[in-house]
Antibody, heavy 122, light 108 residues
Framework: EVQLVESGGGLVQPGRSLRLSCAAS????????MHWVRQAPGKGLEWVSG????????GYADSVKGRFTISRDNAKNSLYLQMNSLRAEDTAFYYC???????????????WGQGTLVTVSS | EIVLTQSPGTLSLSPGERATLSCRAS???????LAWYQRKPGQAPRLLIY???TRATGIPDRFSGSGSGTDFTLTISRLEPEDFAVYYC?????????FGPGTKVDIK
């Protein structure tokens, strides 16, 4: 059974940094692209970033480009999101999501974690 | 960026009825790379349909997807009690990947 467990969320002041992690199990992690998707309270889903199986292809939403960095460690079956220069509008639940197919990296998500809440406030 | 619009915002129906949900894109979706997700409170989204019309693994055949270009439809042929939820469409044909605002299907 696929399991994705996010961690690292919390309350942080504007301008500070936070690093999210996603621990994956139940599938061959290094066969699949992985993504981060967020949902602000009362808002819809927003794709944040994605990374191919070998980190060769990476993409970001315009809203986070230059501030967030996605990475992965296939030896540890883990996905990361380094978030710098955080803003109030980054407040959201952050979900890691697995791509449906082992080839390619574009975002179609067949498994999701339960999310970790990031609150940016002074 | 491709903007997705979903209608109606809320659909009030009874179990056994047919639900028809619409998703319209601001520009053509590449290769019909359009997916539908179901989301229930406190749960992660569940992939229902991808490629506009292919059911994901384990999805009952009462769920079907259709459409191409800019107009897509999710149909639930006969609503079961467990189908009352929020449904999102998502395009994954071009960056950035975008989601629609969702259609809530609730019990009439």
């Amino acid at each position: 059974e696929v399991q994705l467990v996010e961690s690292g969320g919390g309350l942080v002041q504007p301008g500070r940094s936070l690093r999210l992690s996603c621990a994956a199990s139940g599938f061959t992690f290094d066969d699949y692209a992985m993504h981060w998707v967020r949902q602000a309270p009362g808002k819809g889903l927003e794709w944040v970033s994605g990374i191919s199986w070998n980190s060769g292809s990476i993409g970001y939403a315009d809203s986070v480009k230059g501030r967030f960095t996605i990475s992965r460690d296939n030896a540890k079956n883990s996905l990361y999101l380094q978030m710098n220069s955080l803003r109030a509008e980054d407040t959201a639940f952050y979900y890691c999501a697995k791509r449906r197919f082992s080839s390619g990296w574009y975002g179609i998500f067949d498994s999701w974690g339960q999310g970790t809440l990031v609150t940016v406030s002074s | 960026e491709i903007v997705l619009t979903q209608s109606p915002g809320t659909l009030s129906l009874s179990p056994g009825e047919r639900a028809t949900l619409s998703c319209r894109a601001s520009q053509s979706v590449t290769s019909s790379y359009l997916a539908w997700y179901q989301r229930k409170p406190g749960q992660a989204p569940r992939l229902l349909i991808y490629g506009a019309s292919t059911r994901a693994t384990g999805i009952p055949d009462r769920f079907s997807g259709s459409g191409s270009g800019t107009d897509f439809t999710l149909t639930i042929s006969r609503l079961e009690p467990e189908d009352f939820a929020v449904y999102y469409c998502q395009q994954y044909g071009s960056l950035p990947f975008t989601f629609g605002p969702g259609t809530k299907v609730d019990i009439k």
